[in-house]
């Protein structure tokens, strides 16, 4: 207010002002306005629309999501009524956004059968003394270009339209690692077999393996899983040649 309105001030106007103090002209004005009203630039509390639930019913509903992780906010809204609290489903998505929770496509996880349970808890027991140190870890992933998004944000009753490849291209990856560090890094685009897994082998886990263990060594292991090609004659008859 020095400024403009102080006696010893500088008089100057809002457009000087708002240059000096780096703001719009218009915010300002709005500050002269209010001080020449209340005599302070404070502005008073606006008396919006109050908040619909409580910290009480946001807890609830939260926990409500958590017990049934596929329950839509139109439903909770009903629920919401037996509490006497009466809100919309837009209301309850924001109070649950406001939370951290979004409502978006599961990570889906194959559950185990007994038998693999029974040969999983077997391996581990079996292990428990294994100097991880001299463990060779590898597997194989797909990498998929131009895949379509799962979900999508859409206006209700217009379908959006996603442009897709019908045959994608597809980039296969074979990598290793030890305690040691990251080895080598296999890509292909053909699909895997027993010969072209012998392949990786020689040109990939061998000079991983020299590096890590030295080029003669022959105490480390190799941890696969039990794909076919893993398992196949040949690249059993490879390892076997190789003393791995």
């Known amino acids: 207010m020095f400024l403009s309105r102080h006696h010893r001030g500088p008089r100057l106007g809002a457009t000087d002002v708002a240059?000096?103090?780096?703001?719009?002209?218009?915010?300002?004005?709005?500050?002269?306005?209010?001080?020449?009203?209340?005599?302070?630039v404070e502005?008073?509390?606006?008396?919006?629309?109050?908040?619909?639930?409580?910290?009480?019913d946001?807890?609830?509903l939260a926990k409500r999501v958590r017990v049934d992780h596929e329950v839509t906010s139109s439903s909770l809204a009903e629920d919401m009524e037996g509490r006497e609290v009466v809100v919309s489903s837009r209301t309850v998505r924001r109070r649950l956004h406001e939370l951290g929770l979004e409502y978006t496509a599961p990570l889906l996880k194959p559950l185990l059968s007994v038998v693999q349970q029974s040969k999983r808890l077997a391996w581990a027991t079996a292990h428990l003394d294994m100097d991880w140190r001299q463990v060779v870890f590898t597997d194989e992933t797909t990498i998929v270009l131009d895949r379509p998004p799962s979900r999508i944000w859409?206006?209700?009753?217009?379908?959006?339209?996603?442009?897709?490849?019908?045959h994608p291209l597809k980039l296969h990856l074979w990598g290793c690692f030890s305690?040691?560090?990251?080895?080598?890094?296999?890509m292909f685009t053909q699909n895997l077999t027993a010969d072209l897994m012998c392949t990786i082998y020689e040109?990939?886990?061998l000079p991983s393996s020299e590096q890590w263990f030295?080029?003669?060594?022959?105490?480390?292991?190799?941890?696969?899983?039990?794909?076919?090609?893993?398992?196949?004659?040949?690249?059993?008859?490879?390892?076997?040649?190789?003393?791995?």
């Open 19 to 40: 240059r000096i103090v780096r703001c719009s002209t218009k915010t300002v004005k709005n500050w002269l306005d209010c001080y020449d009203t209340t005599g302070d």
């Open 43 to 56: 502005v008073a509390p606006r008396c919006g629309r109050p908040r619909k639930t409580t910290e009480k």
């Open 58 to 60: 946001d807890r609830w």
């Open 154 to 166: 859409q206006q209700r009753g217009a379908r959006k339209p996603v442009w897709t490849i019908k």
């Open 179 to 186: 305690a040691k560090g990251f080895g080598n890094i296999f």
């Open 203 to 205: 040109s990939a886990l």
């Open 214 to 244: 030295g080029d003669e060594a022959l105490g480390w292991v190799l941890q696969e899983d039990n794909d076919p090609k893993h398992m196949a004659r040949m690249s059993q008859t490879w390892k076997e040649d190789h003393h791995v």
